[in-house]
């Protein structure tokens, strides 16, 4: 028995524009997509749970795993004072397992 391919899909654009509302939307209606939780260098804002928001990280080991090769995009947004990015493995085994994984990047990630 083959497994099927998974697919990656990239909801993309500048901020402000809507991204995490037809995210939300998205995955309310296609039960089947699975969200990559990106990383980034920023603090967690009032209401946000490590792990499924994002993951925190400081800027020490943002670099270490940016060095290392771990992100399959990542960029400095917001006036270059943040990093973030998506990091590989919550990507690829996902992938590797027939999922459909969808990205909620940045405009300036997708060009990275």
């Not at 509302?21 to 209606?29: A, M, N, S």
């Not at 080991?61 to 992100?71: I, K, L, T, V, Y």
Request: glycine content about 10%.
């Amino acid at each position: 028995m083959s497994q099927t391919e998974g697919q990656l899909v990239v909801l993309s654009g500048p901020s402000g524009v809507g991204k995490s509302t037809l995210l939300r939307r998205l995955l309310t209606d296609f039960s089947a997509l699975i969200p990559s939780i990106s990383a980034t260098t920023r603090p967690p804002r009032t209401g946000e749970t490590p792990g499924i928001d994002y993951h925190f990280l400081s800027a020490e080991e943002f670099d270490s795993s940016r060095n290392a090769g771990r992100f399959i995009e990542c960029c400095q947004v917001y006036g270059r004072e943040y990093w973030y990015g998506t990091l590989e493995d919550e990507v690829t085994p996902r992938l590797t397992h027939g999922k459909w994984v969808i990205l909620e990047i940045d405009v300036e990630g997708t060009l990275s």
